[in-house]
C-alpha cells in the first residue's frame, strides 16, 4: 500500500515537472517592429542651408492606433488589432524620430529637434513642423495609407503652411514586415513634401538676405 502511494506521488511529480517544462520550451511568438528612416534616393539639399533648425512635433495620432498592438485595416474600414505583432515604442515617437531623421536628410541639416523641446531650442528654431494624423495603418499584401494634417510654422510663430497630404504605398508581399516597411516609405515621402517647403522658404529668404 504505501509502495503504491509512492509511486502514485512520483508519477504526479513527474507529470508536473514535465508540463512545467513543457510550458517553459514553448517560445514566444510575439514579434517587435520599430519606423526606421528610409535613405532618399536622390538627396538634394540646397547649398547653405546646413544651419536651418527645424523642430519636428508635436505629432499626434488617434485612439485606435495608439497601442502596442499593429492595427490594420480592410477595404471595408474594418480594423484588426494584430495579437503577436506589435510596435517596440509609442507609435507617436516613433512617427515624430523618423520625420525628424527624414527631413535632416531632405533638407540637408544636422539641426533638427524632436518635441517635447529641451533647454532653449525652441528660441533658435528656424521652422516648427506640427503633425495630426488622421490614418496611418493599412493591410498586408495590399496597400499602406498615410492621411496627415500638418502645419508649418516660423520663427515669429505665424503659420506658413498649412497642408493635408493623403499618401498610399502598395504592398505585394503578405506579413508585417512588408506593412511596416511600407509604412516606413510613406513617412519618407510625407518628409520629402514638408522639406520642399522649408527649402523653398529658406531660398526666398536667403535671396531676400543677400
Same mark, same amino acid.
Given at each position: 500500500?504505501? *509502495?503504491?502511494?509512492? $509511486?502514485?506521488?512520483?508519477?504526479?511529480?513527474?507529470? =508536473?515537472?514535465?508540463?512545467?517544462?513543457?510550458?517553459?520550451?514553448?517560445?514566444?511568438?510575439?514579434?517587435?517592429? @520599430?519606423? *526606421?528612416?528610409?535613405?532618399?534616393?536622390?538627396?538634394?539639399?540646397?547649398?547653405?542651408?546646413?544651419?536651418?533648425? @527645424?523642430?519636428?512635433?508635436?505629432?499626434? /495620432?488617434?485612439?485606435?492606433?495608439? #497601442?502596442?498592438?499593429?492595427?490594420? #485595416?480592410?477595404?471595408?474600414?474594418?480594423?484588426?488589432?494584430?495579437?503577436?505583432?506589435?510596435?517596440?515604442?509609442?507609435?507617436? *515617437?516613433? /512617427?515624430?524620430?523618423?520625420?525628424?531623421?527624414?527631413?535632416?536628410?531632405?533638407?540637408?541639416?544636422? $539641426?533638427?529637434?524632436?518635441?517635447?523641446?529641451?533647454?532653449? @531650442?525652441?528660441?533658435?528654431?528656424?521652422?516648427?513642423?506640427?503633425?495630426?494624423?488622421?490614418?496611418?495603418?493599412?493591410?498586408?499584401?495590399?496597400?499602406?495609407?498615410?492621411?496627415?494634417?500638418? #502645419?508649418?510654422? =516660423?520663427?515669429?510663430?505665424?503659420?506658413? @503652411?498649412?497642408?493635408?497630404?493623403?499618401?498610399?504605398?502598395? /504592398?505585394?508581399?503578405?506579413?508585417?514586415?512588408?506593412?511596416?516597411?511600407?509604412?516606413? $516609405?510613406?513617412?519618407?515621402?510625407?518628409?520629402?513634401? /514638408?522639406?520642399?517647403?522649408? $527649402?523653398?522658404?529658406?531660398?526666398?529668404?536667403? #535671396? *531676400?538676405?543677400?
Amino acid at each position: 500500500m504505501c *509502495s503504491q502511494a509512492s $509511486r502514485f506521488i512520483w508519477l504526479l511529480l513527474m507529470t =508536473g515537472v514535465l508540463a512545467l517544462t513543457g510550458c517553459m520550451s514553448v517560445a514566444d511568438p510575439t514579434k517587435y517592429y @520599430v519606423l *526606421s528612416p528610409t535613405p532618399p534616393h536622390e538627396p538634394a539639399p540646397i547649398a547653405g542651408e546646413s544651419s536651418v533648425a @527645424v523642430g519636428v512635433g508635436p505629432v499626434l /495620432i488617434p485612439g485606435y492606433l495608439d #497601442r502596442v498592438q499593429i492595427v490594420t #485595416r480592410d477595404a471595408s474600414d474594418q480594423v484588426a488589432v494584430a495579437m503577436y505583432d506589435r510596435w517596440a515604442e509609442p507609435l507617436e *515617437s516613433g /512617427i515624430a524620430q523618423v520625420l525628424a531623421d527624414n527631413l535632416g536628410t531632405h533638407v540637408g541639416s544636422e $539641426r533638427i529637434a524632436v518635441f517635447p523641446w529641451r533647454g532653449g @531650442v525652441a528660441r533658435v528654431l528656424d521652422y516648427q513642423v506640427a503633425v495630426v494624423v488622421l490614418r496611418f495603418e493599412g493591410w498586408p499584401g495590399r496597400q499602406a495609407t498615410l492621411d496627415a494634417r500638418w #502645419r508649418l510654422v =516660423g520663427r515669429d510663430g505665424t503659420e506658413l @503652411v498649412l497642408k493635408r497630404s493623403t499618401l498610399n504605398e502598395p /504592398i505585394t508581399e503578405q506579413g508585417y514586415q512588408p506593412l511596416v516597411q511600407g509604412m516606413n $516609405r510613406l513617412l519618407s515621402t510625407l518628409a520629402r513634401e /514638408i522639406a520642399s517647403e522649408i $527649402r523653398s522658404r529658406a531660398e526666398a529668404t536667403a #535671396r *531676400s538676405k543677400s
